[in-house]
């Protein structure tokens, strides 16, 4: 009875120890929850104005040194390389390591950077800090690391898959994006990474995450692969009102492509990192919205209840569409959101900015609910990001989607067979999926169209694709008000049944 009692002893001390270093997302809530009772205090900037001032040419010049990888030596399948602070990357970012019996700062050292070129004293930048980190994992060969996710900036992260590039970015919190009152961009000021075990297949990152009006702790597991994913737990604690509180966030670029092409002459027939907002509403219906590059800033919302998911996809993949070497438009990653429980009544609202150049990030989507919590109740969020170039396969057996959507000048073959212009717009839009595959080429396939005030129907169209072995739809709309918006929806129908998802389109104002 006494060993049995002292071995008791042996495990719940055992027990006790090994929680005593437990690490969680409870501790981070903890701090975040103490920010969040008191005033905002901003971050103050400890770099030199020869960094502060250095332009994005210099900035990049500094690369970590690849032979100091953290846990290099270690037997474990992920590495983690660091970013050095410059130009706006001005204030410093603490990372900390967990183990299973510690946490402790990871120290910043210029020795793990290679400057280039860029001139500096010594003294000035060895107590600086990191401005973000890097995680490597062998995804595309066994021996050799490579660069899964990017987190810089803010609450900015990125993450990529097997073959893929770097495209849009993900965001811990967006607030009052594209009100007049300007935007405020919440940043992860702390992380915390827990060292993975030599046969580990994620990586577990906590974030806190401080701004003038909100507070957040963060999980989020990472899990390298063909598509990349990412699992996110969060709880926010709001220290004031905000006007709009954007959850789940993606940033983005459209610059021109197929349904908005270049107003000058360009060998690339598109350039963007998404080509489109698609939608898995709660009542089960999928919205495709093709993106835009618009004269003024414009704002689309989506009402929906317990969302299913939603995403910005970049469903053009063969390269004749890009045509770029360099940048590779082709490999860049859609990103999908998929909630996890219920996220009750709220709208998905895309946000689309006016640029001229793809160096701007133009393009934001996020979640944001009707009702936020009393003062002082976090709001809990989970949810999953999948990076993928599989987006065929975030859809059905039953389903389809459009692949493509084509504008050009409306026209009207004469009976003389010339194209005469009637001052009109038309779009053509191809519909594929396993729906409509399966369909014999006489099936009676028709659409259901419905135009905004601004917009007359003065064409529609629906015929057969034997390319693609699905249906192409052709509109032709003429615009009221060239100073207005016209709203546009369609999809394709056999009877009384639904065969696709929604095309939900708009043309944007042209003044």
Do not use: C
């Amino acid at each position: 009875m006494t060993k049995v009692r002292l071995l008791s002893a042996v495990v719940l001390m055992t027990m006790f120890s090994s929680s005593a270093w437990a690490f969680s997302i409870d501790d981070v809530a903890k701090q975040a929850k103490a920010l969040a009772d008191k005033g905002y205090e901003a971050p103050k900037s400890n770099l030199p104005s020869q960094f502060r001032d250095m332009k994005f040419a210099d900035y990049q010049q500094i690369q970590f040194n690849h032979d100091k990888a953290y846990w290099k030596n270690l037997n474990t399948p992920f590495k983690l390389e660091f970013y050095h602070q410059g130009m706006y990357f001005d204030t410093p970012v603490k990372i900390n390591e967990v183990t299973s019996t510690s946490v402790s700062e990871i120290k910043y050292s210029p020795d793990y950077f290679n400057f280039g070129n860029v001139k500096h004293d010594a003294e000035t930048v060895k107590n600086l800090g990191f401005a973000g980190f890097k995680v490597l994992y062998p995804i595309n060969k066994a021996d050799k690391s490579d660069e899964i996710m990017s987190v810089l900036g803010a609450s900015y992260f990125r993450l990529i898959g097997k073959g893929q590039v770097y495209g849009l970015s993900a965001r811990g919190l967006a607030i009052d994006t594209a009100l007049s009152s300007g935007e405020e961009f919440p940043r992860f000021r702390e992380f915390w990474i827990e060292r993975p075990n030599p046969d580990e297949k994620h990586l577990v990152i906590y974030a806190l995450l401080d701004s003038p009006r909100a507070t957040g702790a963060y999980r989020m597991d990472v899990y390298p692969g063909r598509e990349a994913s990412i699992d996110i737990q969060a709880k926010v604690y709001l220290r004031d009102k905000v006007g709009k509180l954007g959850l789940a966030p993606l940033t983005s670029m459209y610059l021109f492509g197929q349904n908005q092409p270049s107003s000058v002459v360009n060998y690339r027939p598109e350039l963007h990192d998404s080509d489109g907002l698609s939608i898995h509403a709660g009542n089960g219906e999928w919205i495709w919205r093709p993106l835009n590059n618009p004269k003024h800033l414009s704002i689309s919302t989506f009402t929906t209840e317990n969302p299913k998911g939603f995403g910005l996809l970049q469903r053009g993949r063969q390269f004749s569409r890009y045509e770029d070497l360099d940048n590779r438009y082709d490999l860049r990653p859609s990103a999908w959101v998929e909630p996890k429980g219920d996220w009750g009544k709220g709208k998905v609202e895309l946000v689309e900015i006016p640029t001229a150049d793809e160096t701007n990030d133009n393009i934001v989507a996020f979640w944001t609910p009707d009702q936020l919590p009393a003062a002082g109740q976090p709001i809990d969020l989970s949810y999953r990001i999948r990076f993928t170039r599989d987006e065929d396969k975030l859809h059905g057996a039953d389903s389809a989607w459009v692949a493509q959507t084509l504008r050009s000048t409306g026209d009207v073959t004469q009976s003389n067979l010339v194209r005469e212009q009637d001052g009109s717009i038309a779009y053509v839009i191809d519909f594929v999926g396993p729906a409509l595959k399966s369909l014999k080429a006489d099936t009676p396939v028709a659409s259901q169209v419905s135009i905004g005030d601004n917009g007359e129907l003065v064409a529609n169209n629906v015929r057969y694709n034997p390319v693609t072995k699905g249906w192409r739809l052709t509109l032709r709309v003429k615009v009221k008000d060239p100073k207005k918006p016209v709203e546009m929806r369609a999809s394709l129908v056999n009877g009384d049944k639904t065969l696709s998802e929604t095309w939900s389109n708009q043309l944007p104002a042209n003044e």
